[in-house]
């Protein structure tokens, strides 16, 4: 149904269209030379006018130019970027698993629970000192 209704509205419209050149046609066919002529004249110092103000709106004259600036930036862009940066190790550090399984340990081994007793009465006493 939308079809339909999209048919008949291009219909309409070319119909419209048909008729509007035909009138113009028609009005372009009843004018006198005079007319003509005068219309032809205003229609040549329009198109010279036009042609006088595109000089510099014409893409052809600027796109080179634009396309050095856009190279020119790009290469800054690149050169200046980030500085090289000497990649730099983090500091070695150990875990407390690597601690207690390193060979020298094996005491505090057995000494765990008494280990994690202290860590839970350390944790203890801070959480009763902020509350």
Known sequence: MN???????ASAEQHLADKAHELFDES?????????SRLNRGRQRALAELDSR???RTPSKWVPA???????????????????????????TTSDLEILLNQ???????DLEFYSWIDLDAELDAGANVG
């Open 54 to 56: 595109a000089g510099f």
């Open 28 to 36: 372009v066919q009843a004018l006198d030379a005079q007319t003509q």
């Open 104 to 110: 020298d340990s094996f005491e505090m081994l057995q």
């Open 66 to 92: 634009a396309g050095v600036a856009a190279v020119a930036v790009f290469a800054v862009v690149l050169w200046s970027g980030k500085p090289p940066v000497d990649e730099i190790s983090p500091p070695a």
């Open 3 to 9: 079809e339909r209704h999209d048919d008949l509205a």
